[in-house]
Each structure stands twice: as C-alpha cells, then as structure tokens.
C-alpha cells in the first residue's frame, strides 16, 4: 500500500471533547487511556496494562462491592462524581469493617464530554483514593452515542481486609443498643438540590461526601464494640434506620431533636418542603453499639473529627419500626419514603 | 433554624395542649383546609396532643388531589403529542389518571420536564421556538398568582409557543360546598394561612355567618395549629362564629394587592370539576378573553377527553371530611403510594399519603 492510497482515515477528532472513536479500541482509545487516565492513576497494577490486576496475597476475611454513580450534575459544591465514586465505594466497605485496599472504575462516556472535565474527574479520584491508601488497580472505558448517555456513568469494585474483629451486621442489633449518627445530616442532598437546573440557590454549603473509613478505623482501634454499621446515602437517616430496623426485626426509637442538622440544610428543606431526615448523605453513618460502649464510640469518633452525636436506642419492640419522637414531643413511626421525595407544590 | 424552632417548641406545644384540654366540654369536629396543614399535623404527631372530644377532619386543600381525573387524562394525551414540551410541578406526575400517569407518560418517551416556578417554563419556551411548552398550571390561590405573572411574561415576550393547561381552584367556594352537603359534620374551619397570604380573608366573613361556623386564619407549624384549635374551640364553646386571624405574621385581611391585581388581570372564575367532589360553582380559574389565546385545551383539541372516577376510592369523602383515610376499604391494600388509586395517596399533601407515611403500619392494623 503506497502513501498515496486512499486508505480509512483516522477518524477526525476534535481535540477536546469524546468521540465515539475514543472508544473504538485503536489508537485514540489508547491515547485518551495515556493522557486522561493513566496521568492520573499511578498505581503500578495498572500501568502494567494488563486484562486484569495482580493482587497481593491476604491473610484475612475480605470485603467485595460494587456501586454506580449517575449523578447530576457530575460537579457540584463539595465534590464531583470522580470523589463520590471514590467515597462510596470505600464507605461501603469501610461499613462491613474493612480496610478499602483496591478499587476498578468503568467510565461509561457519551460522546462529545468534554476531555478536560473528564480528566478533571480522574485527578479527583485519584487524590480521593489517595487519602487513604486506596489502590485504583484496574479500569475500562466505554463511550456511548451522543443522547444515549448522561455525560458520564461510573461504575466501580472495591475491594478491602476485613479488619473488625467481630462481624457487623444488622442481626447483632440487641434492645438498649445507642444509636449515633457521626455528624450532621442531609448536607450532600441539599448541596445537590442547590445547583440542581432549574432549582439552583445561593448558599455556602457543601455535599458532607468523605471517607467514613478513617472514623470506622478510629473506633475499631478504641475497641469499641461494633453491633451494626450504615452509611446514610440516598434515602437518608431514616431509610437506613428502616433498612436496619427490618433485618434486625428490632424496633428503633429516635428523637427528632437529636439528630443534628445544619440550619442552611433546615432551611432549603423548609423552603422546597422535603424532609431532613430522607436527606441523602455521602459523609454519614450510623453506629449501633451497647449502651457501655457508647461513650467510647463518641470519644473515637471525636478524636477522629468527626462531630457525633446520640440518636436514638434500640427498644424492646418485636415489629422493626422506625418511632420518632417528634419536635413537640409526640411518639409516630418514621417510615420509609416509596419513591424520590418531591418538592411541594405551595 | 430562626423563626422555625421558635413555633415547634415542646414546652410551648404542651402548654397549648393543656389549654385546648380545658377549653374543651363538648365533642367538636373541626377542618383544616390545606393539606399544607395535614401534612404538618401528621408529621409532627398535633393530633395526639388533642383532647378525645375534639376531632380534626383533613379538608381538600390539596391541589394535586382535587384535580379532576379527566383534566390528567387530558394532559397525557398533550404531553404525549411529538412537538410539546410538557411542563409540571413534580407532584402532579405520579398522579393517576383514567389509564396511566405522567410519570408512564414520560417513561415511553414524551417529554414531560419538572419545573419549580411557571417562570421556568416560559424561560422554556423562548429558549426552544421551535416546540410547544404548555405549563400544568395546578394551585390554590397560593400558585395563581405565578401563573398569572408566566401568562403574562409570556404575552410581553410574544411567545407563540407557549400555553396553559388551567386546573386552579379557589378555597372559599369549596368551604361552601361542603357547609352546605346534608353530611356535613364540620363546625368550624381552620383556614389556610397561605392561601389568605395571598387572597385575604375578606371572602370568610359571609360564609362564617351564613352558615354559622367560626373560621379561624392558620399558619403551618404546630403551635400555629394549636393556637388556631385554641381559638376555633373557644368560639365553638362560647356558640361564636366569627373570622379571626391566627397568622397575623403574614395574613392581612385585604390579602397581596399586587397579586390579586395580576391575578383579575389573568384569571376569572368558573364553574369547575373537583375531583371526587363534582363540580363546583365558580371554584375554578380560567383565562379571560385577552389571555384565552394562552388555552392549551383548545389549542390542543382535548376538550373531549372525558373521564369516570374509580369506584372503590373515596377521595371524595374523604376531601370533603366525611370519612378518614384509613376508613377507606381500599386504603393501603387496593391503594398505595406506590400504586394510588386516587390522588390523596399521591401528594404529600395528600391526607392518604400523610396517613400512610406518618401512620403507616398503625392504621393498617386498626
């Protein structure tokens, strides 16, 4: 074949946004994989380019997830889906007692994202992975046709070593357990709702989206003994105590009063009428120990930075409910939501 | 939070509480109109803080679940027509109408967009001259107003594309519907605070005499609630039937003039469907004849689309106070906020919806 044949030319890409070519496997999928992601993750596992990561032996129990993340919009005040899938999928397993050790991530792009968000959104995961050790070790990319795709979908797996002595788990709820949540509630949805299109307000606050890892570590280290972990993601403070109420067949007492809020979170729930106590967290758990543990858990997690605070208890009740001692003083059951909370008309 | 935690004192809630008990010698079966205040009274527990005597029945001052069935069903064939834009506060899409929901609707591919203001709606349609944006305009007295002001943003713009689907109602009339049914069992009103923000309270006064029940203007937090019950039992006991104003903070009897005008300028009543209650004299809003171009009925042909209620649910009498919602034989069973069979188990504001998500297990076990 001469220089002069007509040959498949490369693809005409423009040099700052996906092409569906950018997905194709030849030469740009190579090039977007070096300067994007590869300049972002340095772990070794991964630049060896490998199908897959080699793993170092573990002598312990480990801990698998997998999560997805497709949120809108993919920057908001506090973080971007980059950190968040970081976040979520280290407190996911920083939840089940475990140390997050690796993680993968698949990028699912709709053609014509921008090439520089998207190697925005590698930088802030690789420098959420890093504050706490988490290996990025392997990855894929995919892009999809324009339309077919919300900008950006990740996907993620991690990995982690079961360092918790004993199992976590909503089965070791006992009656007369303290309830704590590990700092103020609701920040991460109200931050989102605040930047939402056709929502959008000014306010200083920002998502709570963080790693849960080192608070878990922090009590775990002060012995703390440990029946049940959750992190509050969508859904809230009162989806999770549901969620656990039901496994445990334990029913859960709180009181309204005690669960902290800040008052620029109190006032966009008053204004669009939705309640804090559904309010999505990204930054949050819910610690269930024994009453004699309790003021341990709350040093540790002081110690940690963490602003926690006592909820509620378990009570003796047989049914897994939800009962809120409401503002003024009333005993009601907090139920579960059926769907997405929707702003009230008037 | 300033000016909130200020109204949903404990202390404060349990000294009203103590009041209203004393207050109290007779039975009495008093309404709050707005689902607003359902919605409060659920979620903060007010109900169990009332002597046994005094009974509190939930009015149809929700707007999502008065909207008549054929109205929804109209809006669905709108939305489903390939050049609109359907624009809809987000309550009204899980609605359910004859056969399907807006949120089904949406689903298999029409292009139905939760707004937050109507504004944002006529912001929608200059941006996009090339589709049809129709705003479902749903509301009280309280959302009017707005409409009112997007109708006419959208006449200055001169935007050709832009409409409005109209299912406001007005309160007053409702009240007198429901004085007057042979059933009624209501002896006094707790009036929207909202509502009278914005419309005043003027209208109360001949309905408070005619029909002898004292009204009584509220707000929405629990000691605005206990308050109002304070008052309204204290002119039931004392054989009162005056307005009063609970909600001097915001409530004036003239009402917001500004409002109002824009309101008239836009607006003027009409005999109107409520859902579950039938229609009403003069109880609806439609467009006068300088707007009547903004019609999305008759620009869209849909005035035909009829609709027949479900038989099992009584949204009716329940938004009209003559039963409670776990009375209702379909209530949580046949009817659940993930498949309502009426609009009440839709909205938060919805007394069904309040009762299974504040009540949920208690009142299926009753």
Same mark, same amino acid.
């Given at each position: 074949m001469s220089d002069q044949a007509p040959a498949c030319p490369m693809p005409h890409a423009p040099e700052d946004t996906v092409t569906l070519a950018h997905g194709g496997g030849g030469r740009l999928m190579h090039r977007l994989i070096e300067k994007v992601f590869l300049a972002a993750f340095t772990d070794p596992a991964l630049h060896e380019a490998h199908d897959g990561a080699l793993l170092e032996p573990c002598p312990d129990r480990q801990a698998f997830t997998t999560d997805s993340f497709v949120i809108?919009?993919?920057?908001?005040p506090g973080g971007d889906i980059g950190s968040l899938a970081v976040h979520g999928t280290a407190n996911d397993l920083a939840m089940c007692g475990a140390q997050p050790m690796y993680m993968s991530c698949g990028f699912i792009i709709e053609e014509g994202f921008s090439l520089e968000a998207l190697a925005e959104i590698a930088r802030s995961m690789a420098r959420a992975a890093g504050q706490i050790g988490l290996r990025v070790v392997t990855g894929d990319t995919k892009v999809v046709e324009?339309? +077919?795709?919300?900008g950006l979908y990740l996907n993620t797996a991690g990995v982690g070593r079961v360092v918790a002595p004993d199992p976590i788990a909503p089965v070791r709820v006992r009656p007369g357990d303290a309830v704590i949540v590990s700092g103020d509630v609701g920040a991460h949805g109200a931050a989102i709702l605040s930047v939402r299109e056709g929502l959008a307000f000014d306010t200083a606050l920002k998502s709570d989206?963080?790693?849960?890892w080192p608070q878990v570590r922090a009590l775990l280290e002060a012995g703390t003994e440990l029946h049940c972990l959750r992190d509050l993601t969508r859904g809230g403070l009162a989806t999770t105590l549901n969620e656990i109420a039901q496994k445990s067949g334990r029913d859960v007492c709180l009181e309204e009063t005690a669960v902290p809020l800040r008052p620029e979170v109190e006032a966009a729930c008053e204004l669009f009428g939705l309640d804090p106590l559904y309010m999505a967290c990204e930054g949050r758990f819910a610690a269930f120990v024994p009453p004699d543990h309790r003021e341990r858990a709350l040093r540790a997690l002081r110690a940690a930075g963490a602003a926690p605070a006592v909820i509620g208890e378990v009570g003796t009740g047989p049914r897994g409910e939800v009962r809120l001692r409401t503002r003024i003083g009333v005993e009601r059951v907090l139920d579960m939501l059926s769907g997405e909370q929707l702003p009230r008309i008037c | 939070m300033k000016y909130l935690d200020e109204y949903r004192d404990r202390r404060a809630a349990q000294r009203y509480a103590k009041l209203l008990a004393a207050l109290t010698t007779k039975p009495w079966t008093v309404m709050e109109i707005c689902g607003g205040q359902t919605h409060s009274i659920m979620r903060f527990g007010?109900?169990?803080?009332?002597?046994?005597?005094l009974q509190l029945v939930h009015g149809p001052g929700c707007p999502v679940c008065v909207t008549p069935l054929e109205l929804i069903d109209r809006a669905i064939a709108i939305s489903r027509r390939p050049e609109t834009v359907f624009c809809s506060f987000g309550d009204m899409l899980r609605v359910p109408g004859s056969r399907s929901s807006l949120l089904e609707a949406r689903a298999q591919g029409a292009d139905i967009r939760v707004v937050y203001s109507p504004l944002d709606a006529v912001e929608l349609a200059r941006r996009l001259p090339a589709r049809q944006v129709v705003f479902?305009?749903?509301?009280?007295e309280t959302t009017a107003p707005m409409t009112a002001m997007a109708a006419r943003r959208a006449r200055d713009l001169g935007l050709k594309n832009f409409s409005l689907l109209t299912a406001h109602v007005l309160v007053p009339p409702a009240m007198a519907a429901i004085l007057s049914a042979p059933a009624n069992r209501v002896q006094g009103f707790l009036a929207a605070g909202h509502v009278c923000t914005v419309a005043g309270f003027s209208d109360y006064e001949p309905l408070a005499r005619r029909y002898r029940v004292p009204i009584v203007v509220t707000g929405f937090e629990p000691l605005d609630i206990l308050q109002g019950l304070c008052m309204l039992t204290r002119q039931l006991e004392r054989g009162l039937c005056e307005v009063q104003n609970q909600y001097g903070r915001s409530a004036r009897a003239a009402g917001n003039q500004a409002a109002l005008a824009v309101l008239r300028e836009v607006f003027e009543p009409c005999r109107r469907q409520w859902r579950g209650i039938g229609p009403i004299e003069s109880s609806g809003l439609r467009l006068t004849p300088p707007y009547a171009d903004l019609d999305a009925e008759k620009r869209f042909g849909v005035q035909e689309i009829a609709a027949q209620e479900p038989r099992e649910c009584l949204a009716g009498e329940i938004l009209q106070g003559l039963? +409670?919602?776990?009375?209702?034989?379909?209530?949580?069973?046949?009817?659940?906020?993930?498949?309502?069979?009426?609009?009440p188990m839709v909205s938060s504001e919805g007394a069904c919806a309040a009762y299974h998500r504040y009540r949920g297990a208690e009142a299926n076990r009753k």
């Open positions: 809108r919009p993919l920057f908001f324009r339309g +077919k795709g919300d989206a963080a790693h849960l | 007010i109900d169990r803080l009332l002597p046994p005597g479902f305009a749903v509301g009280f039963r +409670k919602p776990h009375e209702c034989p379909a209530f949580g069973t046949l009817c659940t906020p993930e498949r309502p069979l009426g609009a």
